[in-house]
């Protein structure tokens, strides 16, 4: 159930909340394994990666792995809270600790913290230490907390307190192995809280989502799925419900292909090739038809083909 505390929720009982963590990748497994340790003290972790990868999610597993039915997750996020919101919110955290309670405290976009707060944060952290707090302090960031402390933008003493467990969070476009798992994992909650009967992808939309570059990671997936509820009619979830562009393929194969020649235009040439093959097949091949789909003459659309080697296969 999530409660108000201050300015930011926490969690009590989590059971019935807590999405699940799946994947077949080598991160996901490691995760997996490292639970039992990361949350059987109170050594502090940082998790590092883009925005949408699940830091999230892993923070709140490890309070559950520690808590099991009951314990705080008391979570602030830097980039939305004021100054005064995020001191509010550490004085709640410091009440829930003297209730003798299991506390999870997640602080997301630490590196947004200002000068004023990294302090308050700092002597918070002694403060615990010193009491032998049940406290579990996890915090995450997109960018390098290394390159902030060169700078003389964070607290050196604040990041060595942060950084005793470092997981960086890998990208869900690096790890293809996990994609069907979670989109399988998102389909079946779907299914649950709304009752619609999305038994399971046709071909087409498993190939689309392994296929797709995924820039936004887990949260662009269940994005995806969501939107294929909302469109899409049952049983079967189909590839046109997920909204991917042809653009969204035409782009991941030009990321993914080995380029010995580096250069911009062979880059452009590339993507125009990709996704002039997508338009021809969504189009079965019809010129006249693709052109109107792009905008263009039909006879520029015979020059660029000749020009890229097209041929219908």
Same mark, same amino acid.
């Given at each position: ?11 009590? /009982? ?33 998790? !590092? ?27 602030? =996020? ?6 005064? &919101? ?14 003798? &309670? ?7 976009? !630490?590196? &947004? ?51 005793? !467990? ?44 392994? =296929?797709?570059? /995924? ?15 909302? !469109? ?50 969504? *189009?079965?091949? *019809? ?18 083909? *000749? ?7």
């Amino acid at each position: 159930m999530f409660e108000r505390a201050g300015n930011a929720f926490y969690l009590g /009982w989590m059971s019935k909340n807590l999405a699940p963590f799946v994947g077949n990748s080598n991160f996901v497994k490691e995760i997996k394994s490292l639970l039992p340790t990361l949350s059987s003290n109170n050594a502090s972790v940082l998790l !590092v990666g883009e925005r949408g990868t699940g830091k999230r999610l892993i923070a709140q597993h490890i309070h559950f792995e520690a808590v099991k039915n009951f314990g705080y997750f008391f979570e602030i =996020n830097c980039k939305a809270f004021t100054y005064f &919101q995020i001191l509010e919110s550490f004085e709640t955290v410091e009440k829930l600790s003297s209730y003798n &309670q299991k506390v999870t405290l997640f602080i997301s976009f !630490v590196d &947004q913290l200002s000068a004023e707060a990294q302090e308050r944060l700092l002597k918070l952290i002694k403060d615990f230490a010193q009491k032998n707090a049940q406290i579990k302090l996890i915090t995450s960031t997109e960018t390098s907390l290394d390159a902030k402390v060169a700078a003389g933008e964070f607290s050196s003493e604040l990041y060595y307190r942060l950084n005793a !467990v470092v997981l960086n969070v890998i990208p869900l476009r690096q790890r293809k192995e996990d994609i069907i798992p979670i989109a399988q994992s998102c389909r079946e909650a779907f299914c649950k809280k709304s009752g619609y009967g999305f038994t399971q992808f046709s071909d087409s939309a498993l190939a689309a989502l392994e =296929n797709n570059f /995924w820039q936004g990671n887990v949260d662009e997936l269940f994005n995806a799925i969501q939107r294929a509820f909302i !469109v899409g009619n049952p049983p079967v979830i189909k590839s046109s419900d997920l909204g991917f562009s042809a653009a969204d393929s035409a782009i991941k194969n030009v990321t993914e292909v080995d380029l010995q020649d580096k250069s911009l235009k062979n880059a452009l040439d590339t993507f125009k090739k990709e996704y002039l093959i997508k338009i021809l097949e969504e *189009n079965g091949w *019809n010129q006249t038809k693709t052109a109107r789909v792009l905008g263009i003459q039909r006879t520029y659309v015979i020059r660029l083909m *000749n020009e890229l080697q097209i041929r219908r296969k």
